[in-house]
């Protein structure tokens, strides 16, 4: 019976993998039909209506846009539905995870002028949503308004992710695997509400450049308020020393793309939280005792893509001067650095095959608190795109291994099975 349910994975993976891909309309006979179209509509009556119907493309959402051009809205969906399946030393079930994941909706467009930008994303499983000081659930993920003056630069106003880290930046729904690493979960800064901006020096396939930074409240997504005054500031600096990625490249995991020239970033974030009253800056529980904490957080990432191919580092950490609390709390700040190295290849723009192996590093004045000197997990995934990563099945199996484990008996192995879907 231990059996049975990874028997039940794996016949779920090829099933899925091996469905048919949906049939391509030639592009010769798209063209006949719009001729034909416009031939048979004399009065223009048709063409008009056409015109103000809304656009519907996989992965691109349904657009809507008015005749006067006043403003645009695109509405997108997307699920993960996951199975996940733990095991400890011995191979034995010691857990069973099924759930939808993430269920996210999403709305981008314009209003007034194209200059003026708008991003709002709801999510509503319990994997998305986050307890408010008040009790309440926390649907809202991204609400933000960006002047968009022309391509060099931006600035907006309200709650989005921080522009830190690759890994955070890259949407969950562009990824290798079936989640972002060990390492990401640790010392990602994920959302706050405040002032972003961002410059980007553009020169054809030469040398280019970005300049993101933000000040924001520093207490995480819709917190509302801060008693404490304190505020985070954060910077990122991109560069791109063989030019830009096709088609946002640098943001999207894999190389589904197939860069027909090497390219490579090379980026570096830090990220000062004055006077954070949780454990993990913008993330994790609140202080004890009403307390406060100055974080810092660095990120270097590097990223190389070629014909198929894809290699990825990111090396992370924490700095806090005095992250210990009283010991009958239990609560720590996590100082400590990660690493995180995975590559993969592209066969065929179908089949991808991916390797990743993370850990951990706690200082030594908290592992007691985190419970092993060092954790290290290496991830091997097999995803098949069927529509990019629009429709995707992905699966992917893990060991992990803890030096000097406080509990011995941690689970060891994991086995997960996702599909992902979005319009």
């Not at 539905?81 to 733990?86: F, G």
């Not at 909706?105 to 002028?113: A, E, T």
């Not at 391509?151 to 972002?180: C, E, H, M, P, Y």
């Not at 307390?291 to 270097?300: D, H, P």
Request: with cysteine.
């Amino acid at each position: 019976m231990k059996k049975f349910p990874i028997l039940l994975l794996l016949t779920a993976c090829w099933s899925l993998a091996a469905a048919q891909e949906r049939p391509q309309v030639p592009a010769a006979q798209k063209r006949n039909l719009r001729t034909e179209i416009i031939a048979a509509d004399s009065t223009g009556e048709l063409l008009a209506q056409l015109r103000n119907m809304p656009n519907i493309e996989i992965g691109k959402g349904i657009t809507f846009r008015p005749k006067n051009d006043w403003f645009e809205l695109t509405m997108r969906f997307r699920m993960q539905n996951l199975l996940a399946l733990s095991f400890d030393d011995d191979f034995t079930l010691t857990k069973t995870e099924a759930r939808v994941k993430r269920l996210r909706l999403r709305f981008d467009g314009y209003i007034y002028s194209p200059k003026l930008v708008y991003s709002v994303q709801l999510g509503f499983t319990s994997y998305d949503t986050e307890l408010l000081p008040g009790g309440d659930m926390n649907i809202v993920r991204d609400a933000i308004v960006y002047y968009v003056p022309n391509a060099t630069w931006n600035i907006g106003f309200g709650q989005t992710k921080i522009k830190a880290n690759r890994a955070r930046i890259n949407s969950s729904s562009a990824l290798q695997f079936v989640d972002r690493s060990i390492v990401n979960s640790e010392f990602n800064l994920d959302r706050d509400f405040g002032f972003f901006g961002e410059y980007n020096m553009r020169h054809g396939e030469g040398f280019n450049l970005s300049a993101k930074g933000s000040v924001t409240l520093g207490e995480g997504r819709n917190w509302g308020s801060s008693p404490t005054g304190g505020l985070a500031y954060t910077g990122r600096l991109e560069l791109y020393p063989l030019g830009r990625f096709k088609s946002k490249g640098d943001v999207i995991e894999g190389n589904y793309e197939f860069e027909e020239r090497v390219k490579i970033l090379l980026a570096g974030a830090y990220s000062y939280n004055h006077k954070a009253s949780r454990l993990k800056g913008q993330r994790g529980a609140v202080m004890p005792g009403d307390a406060t904490r100055n974080l810092g957080s660095y990120f270097v990432d590097f990223i190389l893509e070629y014909r198929g191919f894809a290699f990825y580092t990111d090396f992370m950490g924490r700095s806090c001067s005095d992250p210990l609390f009283s010991p009958e709390t239990g609560a720590f700040v996590y100082n400590g650095q990660g690493l995180n190295v995975q590559t993969s290849y592209l066969f065929n723009k179908k089949w991808e095959i991916a390797l990743r192996n993370s850990t951990l590093f706690p200082d030594s004045e908290v592992q007691p608190l985190a419970g092993y000197r060092n954790w290290n997990q290496t991830t091997l995934g097999i995803t098949r795109y069927i529509i990019g990563h629009s429709l995707k099945v992905q699966a992917d199996m893990s060991y992990n291994t803890r030096s000097r484990s406080i509990d011995p008996n941690y689970n060891r192995w994991e086995i997960r099975f996702q599909l992902e879907l979005g319009l």
